[in-house]
């Protein structure tokens, strides 16, 4: 019985020039999610996790009070530090209730989407960081929840948040580093999805330049870094162009389909073809997926 992670991207299910706004393509990016469970998964015998980004609802006060650089680096004594860390907690307090919110919303509209058994799992309530980095402890208790959830017959719906740091008081653990962590310790998993706002990794920003021409599969080689790019497009130019969010989607990429040796393949998509992105398993590494649709396929 394999899984498909699916994260449903901030710029995919919020207005991210808007604070606290709903993309207005929210309703049919859950139709998307819906019917690729409903109607090809579940049948089949596939399962399904989501995990949602936070968007315009938790980037704003997240960076506004410096959440992930924690409270803790205001060292006493500093004029104003006592002020700062307070002003961080605070930050963090409100980055937590736009998130859930948010959060809300999304499971609101697909428990709406014919009953769809989707059930929250908290980040902030089992994850714990140390320094930045996600500790093993915690990490192994989300898997438990999640594998708990998906053996009781539901879809577990996480989400990236604040959460506590032993070092630095607070951090961010964001919705990609979560799917990461899922998807190298969940045998079953064998595809993930990222769902975004563009097609795919582009040779330039799709946004800024017309021209700029999607690359619709990508290998990783075996390097111990997460692998460099081999570019089975001839068209296709450095990633090094990509920019942003864009770039950190094929960093997180990279790493699950160089480490969670399990999962076949990594799709970067847009909402409006994410039922066939998530739906859709091949034996074929991807290939002939990547070279009928319009999505970014990457393969070890």
Known sequence: MSTVIVKLGGAAITDKSVPDTLSDNIENLVD????AYHQILRPDGRRMILIHGAGSFGHPPAKKYQVKAGWSARLAGCGDAERDRDSVKFGMALTRQRVLQLHLHVIQRLHERDRMPVLS?????????????????????????????????????????????????????????LMYHLAGRLSAVRRCVFVTDVAGIFTQDPK????????????????????????????????????????????WAKRIVTDARQVQEVVICQASHSSRAISYEGSDGGEAVATA????????
């Open 32 to 35: 998307s999610v819906a019917h």
């Open 208 to 251: 800024r330049f017309p021209d700029a021409t999607l690359i619709m599969r990508m290998r990783c080689s075996e390097a111990g870094d997460g692998g460099a790019i081999e570019k089975d497009d001839e068209a296709a130019a450095s990633v090094d162009d990509v920019t942003g969010a864009m770039r950190s989607k094929w960093q």
């Open 121 to 177: 799992v908290s980040t902030y309530d089992t994850v714990e960081t140390d320094d930045g980095a996600t500790t093993e402890d915690s990490i192994t208790r989300l898997v438990a929840r999640v594998r708990q959830v998906l053996d009781a017959g539901f879809v577990p719906l996480l989400f990236g948040d604040a959460v506590f740091d032993r070092v630095l008081g607070s951090t961010i653990l964001s919705g990609d580093a």
């Open 293 to 300: 649709t319009n999505w970014t396929v990457i393969v070890r």
